[in-house]
């Protein structure tokens, strides 16, 4: 429900009803405390949450509650537990969602680390939250520019 009439819509000498002002106040006030804090902004946590579940049932409540479970919707949780498999997460209250890598498989085990923080995007194309981060791990033979040759690890975050 909008409120908000353009100045245009005003007509010149129109006296404002008071009941009409209020609305239009309280319209304003309940829009404003929606937005995210000014803290939450430059902090850059607007959609960050510790986890308060369990292992492989994480549940976090974000500042602002979402809407619903929308494509795109992002979530960095900082969890509590390691995961041992497959698991789910409830964002604020709104129901239970798996968690999957982003091909769509299950997460394995410590996939998920106690403390380390994951984003994850929720599709509603394959009705799962998608780990966003990944980390790629190499490890073999380098050969050095001296001719010599050296075991490296590369990791990639």
Do not use: W
Request: proline content about 5%; overall charge neutral.
């Amino acid at each position: 429900m909008s409120t908000y009439s353009s100045p245009s819509d005003v007509v010149a000498g129109s006296l404002a009803r008071a009941s009409a002002l209020n609305a239009v106040d309280a319209a304003t006030a309940a829009a404003f405390a929606l937005l995210p804090t000014e803290t939450n902004l430059t902090r850059g946590t607007v959609n960050f949450a510790t986890d308060t579940g369990a292992a492989d049932a994480f549940v976090v409540t974000l500042p602002h509650t979402p809407s619903g479970y929308v494509s795109g919707l992002t979530v960095v949780m900082l969890p509590i537990n390691n995961n041992t498999g497959a698991c789910t997460i409830n964002v604020n209250s709104l129901g239970l969602k798996s968690i999957k890598l982003q091909d769509s498989t299950n997460p394995g085990p410590a996939d998920i680390r106690t403390g380390v923080p994951i984003e994850m995007r929720y599709s509603t194309i394959t009705g799962y939250f998608h780990i966003y981060t990944s980390s790629i791990t190499f490890t073999g033979a380098v050969t050095v520019a001296n001719g010599g040759t050296s075991r490296a690890t590369l990791t990639q975050n």
